[in-house]
């Protein structure tokens, strides 16, 4: 009752004795009298202030708050179906002699589907993790999913910012072998949600760097990075002994941050780990977000299509490189990976680290590629030519693939106007059925 006078000797002298007037001595004994509307009002005041005191649960910072948030955001979108560790394990089982076990996140993406398909096709076992976010329409991403399912590979629903489920995950596989595909990708996209991009580039690679390191034995880890991260850079072709230091994009930044990463888990934990730099990667079961693919969809609906140009009208080019060749090279990384060195989180020696470009070394400008488009698709394009938006988009991209030529047996053989032509059979195929389900 001491701490409660001081706060009733302040309320006295707003409170009248008689109506009309107000006690002159501070000194006085005060006898409150209230209205019966404020004293109810008062009450029930005072009700809620200690139910909110009592209720409410401690204090955290903000920062806190916001990592909270955000992995309820993803927890609540990605969950592991029921039985998953027994169908995991049945995924991961080898069907061949020489076949190992590969876990390949981001399964149900463009690339991802592909690799998963060509490593259960020769006999290895495979275990897909992906979380089924929102970026582009989720539709394709479970029909990749069931593609997948068809041909024996289970993807688990869960975000590999999940430690407890990648731990769980290590524990009941003895993955030989991580393709680490899942990403947030997209260069444009940066500009309106950049936390995606460091939530998925940068804390997903950690997080799932730190369950291989904890792993016994350690898998060997091939990962894809991005022509990305050549950013500004004017010299062409691009090798992997050019500068990285100027990234164009956020996008570009994240996976130039995951280079640096890569490298220091190998330094410390004996990781052996080989990133690859894709250089515009299309085909059948390909990313809507990219431009052969949108453009595909608005030159059938008779929509007009948007040209990008540099300034004083320079072409925009891109290294077109098809979804088949991008795979051979992905499984001869695999196939060329040597052990880690590390066990348990120890490092015991020296492991490998490689990067490599997987490109096609044609740039085209996108100028032929609506082109071929249009002589596949029958249909003249309604074109709108601009200057190009300050958006992280570079004016070119040429590989250079000598080492992966040299050390990976890389050589792709599909050129522009025959991957789109499998692309678009694909296209209409897909579509045309999705319509006539619907009918």
């Known amino acids: 009752m001491t701490q409660l006078k001081p706060i009733l000797s302040h309320l006295d002298p707003i409170i009248p004795s008689s109506t009309g007037k107000f006690k002159s001595s501070p000194y006085a004994v005060h006898r409150l009298r209230f209205h019966p509307r404020l ?6 005041f005072l009700f809620f202030l200690l139910l909110f005191f009592f209720c409410s649960p401690p ?3 903000n920062a806190g708050k916001r990592r909270s948030l955000q992995n309820t955001a993803y927890s609540a979108r990605a969950r592991p179906g029921p039985n998953w560790e027994v169908k995991a394990r049945n995924s991961a089982r080898p069907q061949s002699k020489s076949g190992v076990t590969v876990l390949v996140t981001g399964a149900a993406g463009f690339v991802g589907t592909h690799v998963a398909m060509a490593l259960k096709n020769r006999g290895d076992g495979v275990v897909g993790l992906d979380n089924f976010n929102n970026y582009y329409e989720t ?5 990749r999913k069931s593609l997948l399912e068809r041909r024996g590979v289970y993807i688990i629903e ?28 997209g260069v444009r996209y940066a500009m309106q949600n950049p936390n995606s991009y460091i939530h998925s580039n940068v ?13 016994n034995p350690q898998p060997s880890i091939v990962w894809a990075s991005s022509s990305s991260v050549y950013g500004l850079n004017s010299k062409v072709p691009f090798s992997e002994k050019d500068r990285t230091d100027q990234p164009a994009s956020l996008y570009a930044a994240t996976k130039k941050a995951g280079e640096e990463i890569a490298h220091t888990y190998n330094h410390i934990y004996g990781l052996s780990i080989t990133g690859l730099r894709f250089f515009t990667v299309y085909g059948p079961w390909g990313r809507p977000d990219m431009a052969y693919y949108f453009f595909t969809k608005d030159i059938l609906r008779g929509k007009e299509i948007k040209i990008f140009e540099g300034a004083d009208h320079a072409t925009v080019a891109r290294d077109f490189t098809y979804i088949d060749d991008v795979v051979k090279g992905c499984l001869a990384a695999l196939d060329t990976a040597k052990k880690s060195t590390g066990s348990g989180g120890k490092k015991k020696g020296a492991a490998q680290l490689r990067i490599y470009n997987l490109g096609n070394t044609s740039p085209v400008p996108v100028g032929k590629l609506v082109s071929i488009l249009e002589k596949l698709l029958k249909i003249k394009a309604k074109k709108k030519f601009l200057p190009m938006p300050r958006n992280g988009d570079v004016l070119f991209t040429h590989a250079n693939i000598s080492l992966a030529r040299k050390e990976l047996g890389y050589k792709p053989t599909t050129d522009l106007e025959m991957g789109l032509k499998k692309f678009v059979k694909w ?10 389900s619907a009918w």
């Open 427 to 436: 296209y209409l195929s897909y579509y045309g059925a999705k319509k006539k």
């Open 139 to 143: 539709g394709l991403k479970k029909a």
């Open 203 to 215: 804390n997903g690679f950690v997080s799932l760097l730190e369950a291989c390191k904890n792993a």
């Open 39 to 44: 004293t109810f009002w008062s009450f029930l």
């Open 59 to 61: 204090a955290a910072s």
């Open 158 to 185: 869960g975000d590999i910012n999940d430690a407890a489920l990648l731990g769980k995950l290590f524990e009941i596989v003895h993955f030989t072998h991580v393709m680490h595909l899942a990403a947030q990708a």
